[in-house]
């Protein structure tokens, strides 16, 4: 089995090659010990064998290159503090992971030192790891070239021509999520006042933050439709700025998707905002996307959508291959003694 991990926003998702998917919230996930963490996924998924893990992990800045997990540098990170809220789940899972005795690959973030469009490196975060998987599971359905926006907690938007990822815009950048959002001048005046830091500012710098709400479910009617329509502005805008992009590459009609919770309630709006079809995708669409990079990676892929396979990943599979993966079970027995 091959499975593939989505470190979201607010939760981890976990999906084997076979469809199955699992997700834990990052606060419950950071109240687990790694043991813990590795027997939930085994009974949730049903898991007896796991011949490659593909992880996502925080930004992912800190590497260029699929590689091996126990190979990548401060767990693929420039610094270990990065834009969002900290809650340790995400941590705790990587340790889960790199404890396991599974092989495991780590993927990379879209970032300057990626091999991306020149133009978009003015920027020095594109994308964070699981948009990769996001953007792999699209691409293994048939389709080279699409542009996604995955508006939620956060809306970042990427695009791949020919089955190249050539450049994303981050949560940070343009369009703002429901939670968490770009510093606008009166944020950048709070930074300045030393009212808050600027990781505070973007983390309630959302449309439902700005409303003086959580979620959409403490909303009134009026404010549940402006917060919604407002998402689906933003979320058409950020696309219509990736078209730009495509457009100035080659390709005049990509395919357009839209991602994240809140899809089904944005895709209409977004469509006639656009005046074209978007399409969307399930929640668990970027883990199970990882996966098929674990599956692919095992079996000697040694380009993904344009980012680089560390050789070191390809020995490991075939070690992998020859000892026909790590047992569950015995996964679970070891990491409980500690």
């Not at 049903?46 to 996502?56: C, D, I, N």
């Not at 693929?76 to 941590?91: F, S, Y």
């Not at 450049?167 to 429901?178: C, H």
């Not at 599956?295 to 070690?319: M, R």
Request: charged share 20%; aromatic share 4%; glycine share 10%.
């Amino acid at each position: 089995m091959f499975l593939g991990v989505d470190h979201g926003t607010t939760a981890i998702r976990f999906a084997a090659d076979d469809g199955r998917c699992w997700e834990i919230s990052r606060r419950t996930a950071s109240r687990l010990l790694p043991g813990e963490i590795i027997a939930e996924v085994c009974k949730n998924l049903e898991v007896s064998r796991v011949e490659m893990v593909a992880l996502t992990y925080s930004m992912g800045d800190g590497i260029s290159k699929i590689m091996l997990l126990e190979a990548a540098p401060n767990r693929g990170l420039i610094q270990l503090d990065g834009a969002g809220v900290h809650q340790g789940g995400g941590t705790r899972v990587f340790e889960a992971i790199a404890g396991s005795g599974w092989p495991a690959i780590l993927l990379p973030g879209i970032h300057r030192q990626s091999d991306i469009d020149p133009r978009l490196k003015v920027f020095s975060h594109g994308m964070s790891p699981e948009k990769v998987g996001l953007a792999y599971g699209i691409y293994k359905r048939g389709i080279p070239s699409f542009i996604v926006c995955d508006a939620s907690s956060n809306t970042v938007t990427f695009c791949v021509l020919q089955g190249k990822i050539v450049g994303a815009i981050d949560a940070p950048i343009f369009a703002p999520g429901l939670m968490q959002g770009p510093l606008d001048v009166q944020a950048i005046r709070a930074v300045d006042a030393g009212r808050m830091t600027a990781n505070q500012a973007f983390t309630c710098g959302g449309i439902l933050n700005k409303m003086g709400h959580a979620t959409l479910d403490e909303c009134l009617p009026d404010e549940r439709s402006l917060a919604i329509e407002s998402l689906a502005l933003f979320a058409a805008m950020e696309i219509s700025a990736m078209i730009v992009l495509s457009r100035d590459l080659g390709e005049p009609n990509p395919i357009i998707y839209l991602a994240g919770s809140p899809a089904q309630l944005l895709v209409a709006r977004v469509s006639e905002l656009l005046a074209m079809e978007v399409r969307t995708l399930e929640k668990c669409a970027a883990a199970s996307g990882c996966a098929a990079v674990a599956k692919d990676v095992f079996e000697g892929c040694k380009n993904i959508l344009g980012l680089e396979v560390d050789v070191a990943s390809h020995k490991a599979s075939n070690e992998a291959s020859e000892s026909d993966g790590e047992s569950c079970e015995g996964v679970h027995d070891c990491l409980e003694l500690e």
